[in-house]
């Protein structure tokens, strides 16, 4: 049964709650900062400093206007530009490092107790596979979205409702790749290959699983301010060791 999972995510969480509430409070602060870095070094570029003496709107447009007009203004903003980009991407990395770190925590944690530093651990150990994997599934959305944006043109409406039910359908393939990742002792290709295989084989117990945890987070999600910290601290642990339970009950 579906719910078989679920209970059993709850009663490991319970035991571990601790330290999936602080692992994922200092992962969002350790991305956050990162991402934080990169919109200041936007900011920067525009001398954010300089515009917030500004008292009009006017003298704001013309400053602007100057620094549009001026080659060395320019040259700033572009490497300005260039320094958040790569403070995204280091966000992006550092994200999918401590999310499969998070999974890490979860395998450990249905063999008992966790800890935060085992977090960092697996990000050690499985993030290269971890990144790789981030990229090739982008390939295959970016690839997934293209078909979709052909669908709609070619199918107005219709072909925007198929492509999104093709989109769904195949993320949900993917969805234990992160617990193969981590359990797996592969190369990124032969995690993938596995995860998908014990998703397809079990398609829709997989989709079951995923049902009610999108209608539990929908309905979570409507309690103003302790709903959205529930859902990051409480539900987002919880369908980790669900996933990684399932995944080693499957395999």
Not at 35 to 51: K, L
Not at 145 to 151: K, N, T
């Amino acid at each position: 049964m579906v719910i078989e999972y679920v209970k059993k995510a709850w009663d490991t969480y319970k035991n571990n709650a601790t330290s999936f509430i602080v692992a994922k409070i200092v992962s969002i602060v350790i991305v956050g900062i990162i991402a934080a870095i990169g919109i200041g070094t936007i900011f920067s570029s525009f001398g954010w400093m300089r515009m917030a003496e500004f008292s009009t709107e006017e003298q704001i447009a013309a400053y602007i206007e100057q620094i549009m007009q001026s080659p060395m203004a320019q040259f700033s903003i572009l490497m300005g530009l260039g320094g958040a980009i790569i403070f995204f991407l280091l966000a992006a990395i550092a994200g999918v490092l401590l999310k499969i770190g998070i999974y890490g925590m979860a395998a450990e944690s249905l063999r008992g107790r966790t800890k935060v530093e085992t977090m960092f651990k697996i990000a050690r150990q499985k993030g290269l596979n971890a990144i790789a994997a981030a990229v090739i599934m982008g390939i295959v959305f970016f690839i997934l979205l293209m078909i979709m944006e052909g669908l709609s043109i070619a199918l107005p409406l219709v072909g925007t409702v198929i492509g999104f039910i093709i989109l769904i359908a195949v993320a949900i393939l993917f969805v234990l790749v992160p617990p193969a990742i981590v359990i797996e002792r592969t190369g990124v290709l032969n995690s993938i290959q596995k995860a998908v295989k014990i998703a397809k084989k079990n398609y829709f117990e997989l989709l079951g699983l995923l049902i009610i945890y999108g209608i539990v987070t929908l309905l979570v999600a409507w309690i103003p301010i302790v709903g959205p910290l529930v859902i990051l601290l409480v539900i987002g642990p919880m369908l980790s060791i669900s996933l990684v339970f399932f995944y080693r009950k499957k395999k």
